[in-house]
């Protein structure tokens, strides 16, 4: 990689977490604890909503957030051709 | 010998063999095996690994009962968020370039990063840390064997030594995570199968993370009676301000472990140590998101059947856990002090947070084979987790104090064995601990996470993010961190001072705060001090991207640094 595409590969992988770490941010300390009680109002399937995001929705939010961050540092990293990850060695 | 202890000995033996025949087959001879396993793990076994690591004693036998009882309910998701959310912080900030990095710990990471000052308050931070943990880990077992095969605490602890000190001391890393792997799903297997159990036949739902819905509204009419506030209402025991403050310390603290962190480290490449992440929170959240499920459940049978009951009618759990003085009038009296024929009420019994788990199959009427199931389950949280520790603390001996400090030139032989018998020395200490546990272990295992946010968790993410951080802005950072949260701890926790502290900040919780502290002081010191040399900030550059590159390796054979 040249220095315009380091730069590239690092800004876009930034701009990912920002995006990320909102939702993040947004799941936890907002449905969950924040804005719990107007959402508490909303009762689906016997779980009051707020509740529901402190006690469920955060925790499965939190997992699906990895799973984009994952996947899409892969196609990141195939892009710039920084992808032959497995013969990468320990240190010796 | 009752059914329970007949098949609780049967479980224990068989899965103790297992550990046993796995670590045998993975015993290593080099310190890169030692410390982490070669860092040849494939991801979704080292994410079983670092989930085992990370649930521990308090995850599996402590939290639903947390949950249910030590709030109204909902006071509980300051765990549930707070030990998820930050994997999502690990994967995203953390992980992916401690593993380029490479090296063996944290205190290697900080060292080489800042400087030699920074990489001792590290090694302290990390030890402590870890032997506080270890030895709630260690009185878990106990309390298992205690409760389940009616042997004293110390013969269980010995037990449990003596099964940690084979794999750990022979296998190292390596052996410690295949061992893990097995124990992940030994517990899970144990915490999944009542819980599905108890769903399906009080809602015929059978998967309890949807299951307890239907019962929330009853819960909560029957709490409104007893009351105290509503199971499901926001706030009904902490308030919105703590509730933030305690879920991010929580959270930064989780992201700032040193037993957590060091996992990534076993991953075989930048992707492994994401997919490593991944795997982990999904296997954690397995049993994060059953544990709402079975404290709901719990609390509503144990209110059905306890409040309003003669003595003389109450299930046998009741008398069985109110016998070993988990169960207690609310003063903390014995309930055989009072007359067989008194009719209890809710409030005036207090009950255990570690039982709920463990008594959960017999309250639910589970047979016989699933409490020992039960059993042989919370011994494998505890034994993973307090093995995970011991590696941190014998690697820290072993690897940073005598190999970078005392002893630079020692072969590579001779490092295995100071770390081999470091392990040895640590396992023993910790036994002690779990014999003797220290009155303010408890509180201290708390209180953990807010330093482990106040020190490490900023130092990490500037060190890496940020080029210009600077060995001096660092230090001033963690020590400020260090100093401002302990010195809140110590003020408002009731061992000590007991004052009010500031604004109703809970001790908890105020790791967060010494976190942004340790923010401010390491940014601002920064900009008045030398910056990193050119060869560091090149170094901090080429962790941000994957795959082999030249300085990085360098740097891992120590030819630059």
Redesign the interface.
Known sequence: MDEHQRREYWRRNLRLMAVLLTIWALVSFGAGILFVEPLNEVVVAGFPLGFWFAQQGSIITFVILIAVYVTRMDKLDAEFGIDEYEEEVHHS | MSDIQTWTLVFVVLTFSIYIFVAYRSRVSTT?GFY?A???IPAPANGAAIAADWMSAASFISMAGI?AFAGNG?GG?VY??GW??G??LL???LA?YLRKF???TIPDFVGDRYNETARLVAVVAAIVVSFVYVAGQMAGVGLVFTRFLKVDPTTGVIIGMAIVFFYAVLGGMKGITWTQVTQYTVLIIAYLIPAVAVSAKVTDVPIP??G??????ELDALQTELGIPEY????GSTN?LN??LI??SL?FGTAGLPHVIVRF?TA?????A??S??WA??FI?LL??TA?SVAAFSKLQIIEDVNGTALSDMPSWFNTWSEVGLITQADGSAISALPADTTVNYSDILINNDIIVLASPEIGGLPAPIVGLVAAGALAAALSTASGLLLVISSAVANDVYFKKINPQATEARQLMVGRIAMAGAIVVAGYLGINPPGFVAQVVALAFGLAAASFFPILVLGIFWKNCTAMGATAGMLAGLVTTMAYMLWTIDIYGNGAGVFGILETGFGTIGMLINFAVTIIVSQFTPKPSPVMQELV?EI?????TELVSKH??GEVG
């Open positions: 890169s982490v070669g860092g040849g949950i909902y998701s549930l968020m998820t959310g994997y999502v994967a995203l900030l992916p490479g090296k063996y993370q949807i307890f819905g239907t019962i929330l509204a499901t209402a926001a706030f919105m509730m933030l879920t991010a959270m480290y075989k490449s930048v992707r492994a994401r997919y992440a991944l929170l999904f959240a994060y998101t709402p550059e941000r991207y994957p795959g082999r891992a054979q």
